[in-house]
């Protein structure tokens, strides 16, 4: 069983900051890519930042700039450090980790709980 155990979302003003983390635990032989998505009401669930085993990013052109996502490979964990928000990045921010397992079925892909991020104008 792989789990993922999502933290650091909450309310904050327009231009304020959070660092969301999400943890993975779990018979873990290896994490491939970790990556941040989110749902606004209302609209499909978007990619917001990946970072892959040896470091490849990805982000959405809407948060380039100003959010940065990052890993700790020894802890299996995930962060996504969010400066200068703004009132669209109201969301539910979700935590998406696949890899391998020590034990069958070896892949997996699972996600988070999820975590509300409220930015106020």
């Known amino acids: 069983q792989v789990q993922l155990v999502e933290s650091g979302g909450g309310l904050v003003q327009a231009g304020g900051s959070l660092k969301l983390s999400c943890a993975v635990s779990?018979?873990?032989?290896?994490?491939?890519?970790m990556a941040w998505y989110r749902q606004a009401p209302g609209k499909q669930r978007e990619l917001v930042a990946g970072?892959?085993?040896?470091?490849?990013?990805v982000y959405a052109d809407s948060v380039k700039g100003r959010f940065t996502v990052s890993r700790d490979n020894g802890k299996n964990t995930v962060y996504l450090q969010m400066n200068n928000l703004k009132p669209e990045d109201t969301a539910v921010y979700y935590c998406?980790?696949?890899?391998?397992?020590?034990?069958?079925?070896?892949?997996?892909?699972?996600w988070g709980q999820g975590t509300l991020v409220t930015v106020s104008s």
């Open positions: 779990g018979s873990i032989l290896s994490i491939n890519t």
């Open positions: 998406n980790a696949d890899g391998q397992r020590t034990v069958l079925p070896r892949p997996f892909d699972v």
């Open positions: 970072i892959k085993m040896g470091g490849p990013t």
